[in-house]
């Protein structure tokens, strides 16, 4: 999808494919495996991208307190911003035409990139240090995807849309602990936000 166009739709324009390509580039020498794998993650063929995406789910199956003593969880940490641009770009291009979403091989793909960034949400650590410009574009692409999700006429496709929704709350409330967060986030982000807060509140209280 055109960059300019995204933008114009009120899309935050973050990096292309190709400049995080670039980014992560290996040397001749080869780099450490993680930048490897989180280049992978914008491949062409799905099944490899997947197979990416299940490596980092691996690296953050370590607990928080545990992270620090693992060497994987130690180099993700220090590409935390790398990884979160890839998938960010990556769901983008996966949801991109609705039709194909429902392509076996696409949903697998959405479905991993959500499975990852609900893992990702477990690291407080991780999630705290991304930068502001970085989890506002993740916030306004899941919002995107949110919407799209839950008009979906396919019930498979709609029922992405809890895990979504899941995802944005836990990323605000990882936002409110950043005191720059309030004010670089757009204001009808914060209304959609509050909006559901409270529509969760009151399934819990009608529940109980």
Request: some cysteine.
């Amino acid at each position: 999808m055109d960059d300019d166009v995204f933008a114009a739709n009120g899309h935050h324009a973050g990096p292309t494919r190709h400049s995080i390509e670039e980014q992560h580039e290996p040397t001749e020498n080869g780099t450490d495996e993680i930048t490897v794998t989180i280049s992978s993650i914008l491949s062409n063929d799905p099944a490899r991208s997947v197979e990416a995406l299940k490596r980092i789910q691996k690296v953050l199956e370590v607990g928080p307190e545990e992270g620090p003593s693992s060497t994987a969880y130690q180099e993700l940490a220090e590409h935390t911003e790398g990884l979160v641009e890839t998938i960010t770009l990556q769901m983008a291009h996966v949801f991109e035409h609705p039709e194909d979403i429902t392509l076996p091989e696409n949903f697998r793909l959405a479905k991993h990139l959500i499975q990852t960034l609900n893992a990702f949400c477990d690291h407080v650590f991780l999630a705290e240090s991304l930068t502001v410009d970085i989890l506002t574009s993740l916030l306004e692409e899941l919002t995107l995807r949110l919407l799209q999700t839950d008009n979906s006429p396919d019930n498979k496709v709609k029922d992405l849309s809890r895990f979504i929704n899941m995802i944005i709350l836990r990323l605000f409330a990882t936002g409110r602990r950043m005191s720059i967060f309030r004010y670089a986030v757009p204001p009808w982000l914060h209304h959609i936000f509050r909006s559901w807060e409270a529509l969760v509140l009151s399934s819990h209280c009608s529940s109980e």
